[in-house]
């Protein structure tokens, strides 16, 4: 769900599809990162 409203937002540039984004993201447990790996968004699609 997370990365549907990501790629919303990249499509229509909504400030309230970014809030929506950004409460979604904090109400989601934090996975732990893997050593040694860094975490980073694909912006391509």
């Known amino acids: 769900m ?4 990501w790629r919303l937002f990249c499509m229509t540039g909504s400030i309230d599809s970014y809030l929506l984004l950004r409460e979604m993201e904090k109400d989601q447990p934090d996975p732990e990162p893997e050593q040694g790996s860094t975490e980073t968004r694909d912006l391509t699609n």
């Not at 997370?2 to 409203?5: K, P, R, S, Y």
């Open 2 to 5: 997370v990365d549907l409203t």
